[in-house]
């Protein structure tokens, strides 16, 4: 029972209220401490040289002068981050993104840096730094770099996944292939097929707060990094190995996150920050700046996508086919043989119950910056793709949308597209509340239409570890490895309350530095709640064992005869009528005299954290004049396993529908014939707003997962996956036009009506 | 006996076919044997491999007891934002 994860079907009295979120005065008093926010006794001001180029040969740096000037402390190249990777390929791409080595591979990539005493020396350095670049052929669209021409960016990369390996090496680093059953058979059987195209430009994840850090590293070789992240232990891992430390010599302490969404997952100054601390024997503290971010971070692929589905005229779908081709920047994607267009691949056709399906990803490289895991990473793009030409099935087929995607839901039972056969699901759930919410029957008027669309998330568990402990007044105190990027300090703190059966208000959760806990994974997958809350659920089991142990010894009668319940020891047979039940501070009271602190720990490795899945609901209104459209009306329905807190589940869902508003119709990197990036700042790359949207309006589905004790599933990130075919099919509902190319933004819409027109 | 099923990614490492029937009681004595008999597999473990019991998955735990007559499918590691 201590640890085990089945769901327990219990009756639930603290899980699923809505109590006040714990960070929530901080933040809005602003006393919550950001990234930027800390600072270091004799600190310098870390910046960086960026080159101008997409892709140059660094034939010299000069750095003499800027050494020479006062007040520079530190100048940090390539030439003193020597490679310690050892064949390492992804390590070695980490260090590559952080400084250029010998060539820049993108519009904004490190080729210096330095730490002043202040902003003005530093940038006074950077300009007296001279770097001779000798400009080498670029190319930064997807489709153009697997031309046969194309410039080829790495002489060493050789395309994975095809047999026979390849003679010559290409832009191609991946081709990875899913799927099951016969498509060729499939399409012969079908009585309609749609084909169509696709292209998604590159967005950011647009977090409000920059990447910031102070880095310390002390003569001794140890050291200290404070850093805005979503996973403290991989930052101090990766730059502990980047820069030969001792993992355990560098102390990583989190800030408060001002939106991560995958891009907090990956290093980018923080090793040479340590690097230029560690030259300068100072603290150095960096702060990107807005444009850096968007040049230099890391933002979401840019794609180019081709489906084909076949149906009979009873809409079964016979087969469903797609070639996906992603760009990740100039290096491979984060994880090896697993880049961004196969995970693509395998979430394209996850909704559905399909006996032919196959999907190809061909992964590429070009020159923009490294791409990042952003929300649901490769999912929303290939959603948009899919869940529109689903509509155009359902036209030619003349069935309606929804039902078309009620007929082919997948269910328990169904054979995934990527694999494994489906456990209990929610998707047919959401599409039956899609059928029965209001929202569909809703009234129009001219120019309006509304367009509806599916998505799918993996979720998943990782490395976790946990301590809960007592205090001597019965208060409780949670440590956390796992970064809270969306409330999961409030829900942590409902779960150790239900387990031990005492208020929420009664228990404290921390995020705890590297020091104070084993390695937690990153906070990504949509794991912090659920693999964190498990974590809790076993610690607080373990401190209920301690509980009744220090009962007996209070009462001196067996441990055997000690129950817990309701937050209290109590003893159970009529001899035991005389002992009044122990509260958990009664306990805790005694607890010098009994053996010492209670606590509760865990460390684990969760599993099995539910497959998620979400249908969305969208009105649009389009101005046939200006092309410009606006959301007036928007449901999210989306199966949550538990919903523990369901405020932040509701803010979950909610966010990731702004955010995919967002990309379908305004969001967009743009570069220029130069490789240059144009718009790396908010008022050329325009995130929406809250006067841009509607309230959106959310209904929160609980399936349980049969593998958590309270039936809880991922829930942060499927939410973003279906807006982008959502606001498609509903832009082609409201005025006649497929639009298949994000952001739909007005000049694209206005010139597919200026299309439809000539037509 | 247990039917391992796999990607189409992993088909060539694992020697072209499309199935394979093995002998294994967990997921770590189940990767054990496959390195043993397809060497090219350690490649794709090294890169990062999720496997799913009757479709439950596990990413990380190899120290699941896996029952006879189980299918068990082999997928490329993923990551999330």
Redesign the interface.
């Known amino acids: 029972m201590a640890n085990d994860p089945s769901y327990t079907k219990q009756k639930l009295k603290v899980i699923g209220s809505r109590v006040r979120r714990p960070d929530g005065v901080d933040k809005v008093t602003g006393r919550a401490k950001y990234g930027a926010d800390h600072n270091a006794p004799g600190q310098l001001v870390g910046l960086f040289l960026r080159s101008p180029h997409a892709h140059a040969r660094i034939k010299k740096i000069s750095t003499a002068r800027a050494e020479k000037l006062s007040g520079v402390k530190a100048i940090i190249t390539s030439e003193d981050l020597p490679d310690l990777t050892k064949g390492d390929t992804a390590a070695r791409d980490i260090l590559e993104n952080c400084m250029a080595r010998g060539r820049a591979l993108y519009d904004g990539h490190a080729v210096a840096a330095v730490a002043a005493v202040d902003e003005q020396t530093a940038r006074k350095a950077l300009k007296l730094i001279k770097v001779t670049y000798e400009l080498l052929p670029h190319v930064t669209d997807v489709d153009e770099a697997l031309k046969p021409d194309a410039p080829v960016i790495h002489d060493y990369l050789y395309t994975n996944?095809v047999?026979p390996r390849p003679t010559k090496p290409s832009n191609l680093y991946n081709v990875?292939?899913?799927?099951h059953g016969d498509v060729d058979a499939g399409f012969a059987q079908a009585d309609v097929v749609v084909e169509k195209s696709y292209k998604t430009e590159q967005v950011h994840?647009g977090y409000i707060e920059p990447h910031a850090c102070v880095g310390s590293v002390n003569p001794d070789g140890t050291g200290e990094l404070w850093v805005t992240t979503q996973g403290h232990f991989t930052y101090r891992s990766v730059c502990a190995n980047l820069l030969g430390m001792d993992i355990a010599k560098l102390k990583v302490t989190s800030s408060e996150i001002g939106g991560g969404?995958?891009?907090k997952?990956h290093v980018w100054i923080e090793p040479v920050v340590l690097a230029l601390s560690r030259k300068a024997n100072r603290p150095v503290k960096a702060v990107m700046s807005r444009e850096e971010v968007f040049r230099a971070s890391g933002p979401a692929s840019s794609t180019s996508i081709d489906v084909k589905i076949g149906a009979k005229k009873d809409g079964t779908i016979t087969a469903a086919f797609a070639a996906l081709r992603y760009q990740s920047g100039p290096f491979p994607?984060?994880?090896?043989?697993?880049p961004w267009a196969?995970?693509g691949a395998?979430t394209s056709f996850a909704c559905y119950n399909l006996a032919n399906v196959k999907t190809l990803g061909y992964d590429v490289v070009v020159n923009r910056p490294k791409v990042?895991?952003?929300?649901?990473?490769s999912a929303p793009m290939i959603a948009f793709a899919v869940e529109s030409t689903m509509d155009m099935v359902a036209k030619e087929l003349g069935i309606e949308p929804l039902d078309l995607r009620i007929k082919n839901a997948a269910r328990e039972g169904t054979r995934a597209c990527?694999?494994?056969?489906?456990?209990p699901i929610g998707i047919g759930a959401t599409l039956q509340a899609v059928k029965n919410h209001p929202h569909m029957r809703a009234r129009l008027k001219k120019n309006q239409g509304r367009g509806m669309a599916c998505g799918f998330?993996?979720?998943?568990?990782?490395?976790t570890c946990a301590d809960l402990n007592i205090a001597t007044d019965g208060s409780v105190t949670l440590t956390v490895g796992t970064i809270d990027v969306g409330g999961s300090r409030a829900s942590l703190s409902l779960i150790a309350a239900e387990e031990l059966g005492i208020p929420y208000k009664q228990v404290k959760a921390h995020i705890g530095d590297t020091g104070s806990l084993g390695h937690n994974d990153t906070t990504?997958?949509?794991?912090g709640t659920f693999s964190s809350g498990m974590a809790i659920v076993f610690a607080a089991r373990q401190a209920i064992e301690v509980l009744r142990e220090r009962a007996a010894i209070m009462w001196e009668i067996p441990i055997e005869d000690i129950i817990w319940k309701d937050g209290h020891a109590k003893a159970r047979g009529s001899k035991y009528s005389r002992l009044k039940p122990l509260s958990l501070a009664d306990i805790a009271a005694q607890s010098p005299s009994t053996g010492g602190p209670i606590a509760g720990h865990n460390e684990s490795?969760p599993?099995?954290?539910g497959v998620s899945f979400a249908s969305h609901i969208c009105d649009v209104e389009v101005d046939p004049e200006t092309g410009g459209t606006r959301i007036i009306r928007y449901t999210v329905i989306q199966d949550a396993g538990k919903a523990i807190h369901p405020t932040y589940v509701e803010g979950q869902m909610q966010g990731g529908a702004a955010q995919g508003i967002g990309w379908a119709l305004n969001e967009e990197y743009i570069y220029g014939d130069d490789g240059r990036l144009q718009n790396p700042g908010f008022l050329d790359y325009r995130i929406p707003v809250c006067s841009d949207l509607p309230f959106i309006d959310t209904q929160i589905l609980e399936i349980p997962n049969p593998?958590h004790p309270y039936g809880v599933r991922g829930v942060g990130?499927t939410s973003i996956v279906p807006p982008l075919a959502a606001i498609g099919n509903a832009i082609s509902n409201a005025v006649g036009v497929r639009m298949d190319h994000t952001p739909m933004s007005p000049p694209r819409i206005l010139k597919a009506l200026e299309q439809l027109h000539a037509s | 006996m247990i039917n391992v099923s796999f990607t189409s990614s992993f088909r060539a490492a694992l020697g072209g076919a499309d199935a394979l029937e093995m002998e294994a009681t967990t997921l770590r004595e189940l990767m054990r044997i496959l390195v043993a008999k397809y060497p090219r597999m350690q490649g794709h473990i090294d890169d990062g491999i999720v496997l799913a019991i009757n479709g439950e998955i596990y990413r990380d735990n190899r120290d699941v007891e896996i029952q006879d007559g189980s299918e068990v499918f082999l997928m490329p590691r993923i990551q999330g934002g």
């Open positions: 996944g047999e990875a292939e899913f799927g994840q969404f995958g891009g997952t994607g984060a994880i090896p043989g697993m196969a995970i395998m990042a895991a952003y929300r649901a990473p990527y694999g494994p056969v489906y456990g998330w993996f979720n998943f568990g990782g490395q990504e997958g949509s794991r490795v599993d099995n954290a593998n990130e």
